[in-house]
């Protein structure tokens, strides 16, 4: 009834007066990508000199018109809705450059993390309320609507063009019409899709996006600015989308969007409609299309718009007052941080952490202190907002934080058709106080692999910030389990089965935003049994080899990529010395020749290199490179297998790391490859890498089992490949890849999988 009373308002109010200049109000309906659309529409309409004096929006239309109201050209939002930076935020990706090393956690196969809280004395599960990570956006909108909203001081009315954009009030179900305050946040809370983005809070009110309520917001334009004209685009309506059982997507999208009439009457105005019913919610990657869509609506009823609308634009005046806005734009410096939603250890520890190096810090170095706030394991979000202060010409930052929920649990591994399958679980508790502490336990089991580790890690901030980190790690490596195929017989009969104890304890400091120096010391118990000879029985006990050792180490370490395990973006660099000294021990077993127990004490240092990069060569092909080398003056130990089990192992690719590949071990070698990676789609590639092995010298093993080494150097090498597809779901990759290894019977071995196959530290 209240739409209809302001209808008929209007058509009263809509009267052209003589001799009065017509105002025209431009009505941007929300529509996920399908409002790119808008985009073409302002473009058709400055082409033509049509007026554009008002402007409301609704959710992606809130994102456009905001963008004109701030001053921005379509030129200008098309270059910015192609770029890197908006495909970020729209998924929540942080680019690998701005990922804060230091601050990671290891990696872990987890598929799926769950927070738990304390209420009512019980520890009870925290859903998730968004799938895509919020970080990005937050920063991006901040980013471009900041230095506008100090320019208009806060008033939407002052801005390039006077802006309204429509959010939801989910407590009441209720509209909220923003008129003022943060343009930012403003427009980030209309279009802010319920399961999506993580809903914000603005003046104590929860609010999601507009399109619940109110996804056409012409009424709006009525109450707030009274134009004598009104033109509507409207790519919006549902009415044609009826959604099937199977499609998840669209049955959220017609429960969410409330179904408004997106036509302005005839006699208060013109409605463009696109049709736009192929375009997904979410597919923002079709902007040409999209756009030219608008566009080509638009000026389907232009003729029509310019027979009722007599006033025309000046295209350079235009152009002056848009130079004349964005010349008044500050540039976004920052002085005065303001914390709120955590109390005063808290605030004090993320003041901190931006504060460190100096008292003014433009735009980009706060991306990298934001960032690295955002990697710490305690920090859940930090809505960031930019307070123009006229008196210093800086700005201070509000941030509100919400930090993470003291207890998160994942569940995930790795699970294929061969008997390599992996279960894992895995419990962080975090202490968020004046010394931030995360406690840390995880569980890996299966029949190839199983680990437990149990470990803890302290935060200090100061001006150069550390942790202490102390872990207890057992690992046990059944190789003997591991090899088993699908379509091709192994005829390596093998049994070899390790088991690692290990205590470490490391001090570790950043070093840039993507590296970190650690330096420790580690108490180790290596336990291998294996056979030397093939004909061994069930009844036969195996060889075992001891190695009791210490390990102090200085690890520099680099590492930056887009996925945990098959990545197409990033790179990796790591540096590492140790000095091992320690004892080995040798109990022969029943097909052992010798029965005499043996023992030796070994001390050497060791020399680790590993790089690995990607490059985007083309739209269609990315190229990796991979390298390693290794570099000991560790003597031999007792006999050929136990030599072999002591070496370093290069096993590049997932396959390589379940596999005993003696060939593929040595102290001194160095090894490295090419990747070629062809883009499918945003989540799938075909992948295919090969890779060359060279050891310094052959090891040989000679009569009784006795290692010793060919002189002659560089006499032996190996190769190995992988290739097939590869596909990264929301909870892991699934994969389909054929390996090669040139020393092996069979040479060919396929793998499909799903999961990620990763180790605890001190896995070899």
């Given at each position: 009834m209240k739409k209809i009373y302001y209808l008929i308002l209007l058509c009263f109010y809509m009267i052209p007066i003589p001799g009065v200049a017509q105002k025209v109000g431009l009505v941007l309906s929300g529509g996920g990508a399908r409002g790119l659309a808008h985009i073409g529409v302002i473009k058709a309409l400055e082409e033509n000199n049509i007026p554009i004096d008002y402007i409301t929006g609704t959710s992606m239309g809130a994102i456009i018109g905001g963008l004109y109201a701030a001053g921005y050209s379509t030129d200008e939002m098309e270059t910015l809705i192609k770029s890197e930076n908006f495909k970020n935020w729209s998924t929540g990706k942080i680019p690998p450059k701005y990922v804060y090393f230091f601050k990671q956690l290891d990696e872990n196969p987890s598929f799926i993390d769950l927070d738990f809280a304390r209420k009512e004395d019980k520890m009870q599960l925290a859903l998730p309320t968004n799938l895509v990570p919020s970080g990005q956006m937050d920063f991006g909108f901040m980013e471009l609507f900041g230095a506008a909203n100090a320019v208009a001081e806060n008033d939407f009315n002052k801005l390039f063009v006077p802006f309204r954009c429509v959010a939801t009030d989910i407590y009441h179900g209720e509209p909220v019409v923003f008129k003022s305050g943060d343009l930012g946040s403003s427009i980030r809370a209309s279009m802010t899709f319920?399961?999506?983005?993580?809903?914000?809070?603005i003046d104590s009110v929860l609010l999601f996006d507009g399109g619940l309520v109110n996804n056409f917001p012409c009424d709006v334009m009525y109450d707030d600015f009274s134009p004598d004209f009104m033109i509507g685009s409207s790519v919006g309506g549902l009415k044609d989308k009826k959604p099937k059982k199977d499609d998840i997507k669209l049955q959220i999208e017609n429960m969410m969007v409330r179904k408004n009439n997106y036509y302005i009457p005839d006699s208060l105005g013109i409605t463009i409609k696109s049709s736009l019913d192929h375009i997904a919610l979410f597919e923002f990657e079709r902007l040409s299309e999209v756009e030219k869509i608008g566009y080509e609506s638009a000026m389907a009823q232009m003729e029509a718009i310019k027979a009722r609308i007599k006033r025309r634009a000046n295209p350079?005046?235009?152009?002056?007052?848009?130079?004349?806005?964005?010349?008044?734009?500050?540039?976004?410096?920052?002085?005065?941080i303001q914390v709120s939603g955590v109390d005063g250890s808290q605030r004090h520890y993320i003041i901190q952490s931006i504060r460190h190096n100096s008292k003014v810090f433009n735009l980009e170095e706060l991306r990298k202190e934001y960032f690295k706030i955002l990697a710490d394991d305690k920090i859940k979000s930090l809505m960031p907002t930019a307070d123009y202060n006229k008196e210093s010409g800086l700005f201070d930052l509000q941030l509100k934080a919400e930090q993470k929920k003291p207890l998160a649990v994942g569940v995930g591994g790795y699970f294929s058709l061969t008997d390599v399958n992996q279960g894992y679980i895995g419990v962080d508790y975090r202490l968020f106080n004046n010394l931030p502490i995360t406690i840390q336990s995880n569980l890996h089991i299966g029949k190839f692999y199983t680990s437990f580790m149990a470990g803890s890690r302290f935060n200090f901030t100061s001006r150069q910030p550390f942790s202490l980190e102390l872990y207890f790690i057992k690992n046990r490596t059944d190789y003997f389990s591991g090899p088993t195929q699908l379509f091709f017989e192994n005829n390596l009969s093998h049994y070899v089965i390790r088991n690692d104890d290990n205590i470490q304890l490391n001090l570790c400091f950043p070093s840039?935003?993507?590296?970190?120096?650690?330096?420790?010391?580690?108490?180790?118990?290596?336990?291998?049994?294996?056979?030397?000879?093939?004909?061994?029985?069930?009844?036969?006990?195996?060889?075992?080899?001891?190695?009791?050792?210490?390990n102090v180490?200085?690890?520099?370490?680099?590492?930056?990529?887009?996925?945990?395990?098959?990545?197409?973006?990033?790179?990796?660099?790591?540096?590492?010395?140790?000095?091992?000294?320690?004892?080995?021990?040798?109990?022969?077993?029943?097909?052992?020749?010798?029965?005499?127990?043996?023992?030796k004490v070994h001390d050497y240092l060791q020399l680790n290199l590993s790089y690995e990069r990607y490059f985007k060569t083309a739209k269609w092909l990315i190229i990796g490179v991979e390298g390693e080398s290794h570099f000991s003056n560790k003597g031999l130990f007792h006999n050929y297998t136990s030599t072999i089990l002591a070496s370093e192992s290069f096993s590049p690719t997932v396959n390589s790391s379940i596999r005993y590949l003696p060939y593929l071990r040595s102290d001194n070698f160095v090894a490295g490859g090419l990747k070629a990676i062809i883009p499918i789609t945003s989540a799938t590639h075909l992948r295919f890498e090969g890779y060359y092995f060279q050891p310094f010298k052959e090891l040989l093993n000679g009569i009784d089992n006795i290692p010793n080494y060919r002189i002659k150097l560089f006499t032996k090498n190996a190769y190995l490949g992988s290739g097939g597809f590869v596909?990264?779901?929301?909870?892991?990759?699934?994969?389909?890849?054929?390996?090669?290894?040139?020393?092996?019977?069979?040479?060919?071995?396929?793998?499909f999988s799903f999961g990620?196959?990763?180790?605890?530290r001190g896995h070899r």
């Open positions: 319920p399961f999506y983005f993580k809903p914000i809070e350079e005046k235009l152009k002056i007052r848009r130079r004349e806005f964005a010349s008044k734009k500050p540039v976004l410096n920052f002085n005065n840039k935003t993507t590296s970190k120096w650690e330096t420790g010391i580690d108490f180790l118990n290596q336990s291998d049994d294996y056979y030397q000879k093939s004909d061994f029985t069930k009844t036969d006990t195996p060889d075992r080899t001891t190695f009791t050792a210490g180490h200085l690890r520099l370490e680099s590492k930056a990529f887009n996925k945990k395990q098959y990545p197409t973006e990033g790179k990796m660099f790591k540096f590492e010395t140790s000095y091992i000294f320690g004892t080995e021990k040798e109990d022969p077993g029943s097909t052992n020749i010798s029965k005499v127990n043996y023992h596909y990264h779901s929301r909870f892991g990759p699934a994969s389909l890849l054929l390996n090669y290894y040139s020393g092996s019977d069979p040479k060919f071995y396929l793998q990620y196959l990763l180790y605890n």
